[in-house]
């Protein structure tokens, strides 16, 4: 497999996880797991692939880096929310 299969293949699964996060029915703190995923991915096309793979791969990356660290804070603001509800209760 040459280096730009792996990164067309890449550019393929990125999207389809993409539309698939979308369709996903989860609690905030839920999607960062999927978001690392499009990570690698991304860095499958930054690392392999001719320049034009490598730009896209590069700003992919940087995109689902910004969705894993907003997720992830989203995801520790909801938790912390819910454990002052459950405890203000008793």
Do not use: W
Request: hydrophobic share 45%; proline share 1%; net charge positive.
């Amino acid at each position: 497999m040459s280096k730009n299969t792996a990164a067309r293949i890449s550019t393929v699964l990125y999207f389809i996880v993409l539309i698939i996060s979308i369709f996903i029915n989860a609690v905030d703190g839920d999607y960062f797991p999927i978001y690392i995923v499009l990570c690698v991915l991304s860095l499958v096309m930054t690392i392999s692939g001719n320049k034009k793979y490598k730009i896209v791969g590069t700003v992919l990356l940087i995109f689902a880096f910004y969705l894993t660290i907003t997720d992830y804070q989203k995801g520790n603001e909801h938790n912390y929310k819910m454990y002052n509800k459950n405890n203000s209760k008793t």
